[in-house]
């Protein structure tokens, strides 16, 4: 089969999904903006653990650039930014919500 056939055969939606959340920590991020009422900078960072700082600022980024989240900037001394879920975002959290859901029934603990 020559490549560009296999390129007809992809499936665009999931290639598309997969360039916007295929971040490592991006379907975390989103999960505790949803759930966990974590909404800060920092707690997201301390909610991660092993998180970069400016990982973490490179993947919220991205996920405000696509679309995912809205970023508030308070612009107080000291600085205090809180992400929501934009509506993108919301339409999102009954597939996490079933992911979730999937991976405590399937997956090791």
């Given at each position: 089969?020559r490549?560009?056939?296999?390129a007809?055969r992809?499936?665009k939606?999931?290639?598309?999904?997969?360039?916007?959340?295929?971040?490592?920590?991006?379907?975390?991020?989103?999960?505790?903006?949803?759930f966990?009422?974590?909404?800060?900078?920092?707690?997201?960072?301390?909610?991660?653990g092993?998180?970069?700082e400016?990982?973490?600022t490179?993947?919220?980024?991205?996920?405000?650039?696509?679309?995912?989240?809205?970023r508030?900037d308070?612009?107080?001394v000291?600085?205090r930014v809180?992400?929501?879920?934009?509506?993108l975002?919301?339409?999102?959290?009954?597939v996490l919500?079933?992911?979730?859901a999937?991976?405590?029934r399937?997956l090791?603990?």
């Amino acid at each position: 089969m020559r490549k560009t056939e296999t390129a007809v055969r992809r499936c665009k939606t999931m290639s598309t999904l997969q360039k916007i959340l295929g971040g490592k920590w991006k379907l975390e991020i989103l999960y505790y903006i949803a759930f966990e009422d974590v909404r800060r900078f920092g707690a997201l960072r301390r909610q991660l653990g092993e998180i970069t700082e400016s990982s973490l600022t490179k993947q919220l980024r991205e996920l405000e650039a696509d679309g995912f989240l809205i970023r508030h900037d308070f612009r107080e001394v000291p600085p205090r930014v809180e992400y929501t879920l934009s509506e993108l975002g919301e339409s999102f959290t009954d597939v996490l919500s079933y992911m979730k859901a999937w991976g405590e029934r399937n997956l090791p603990e």
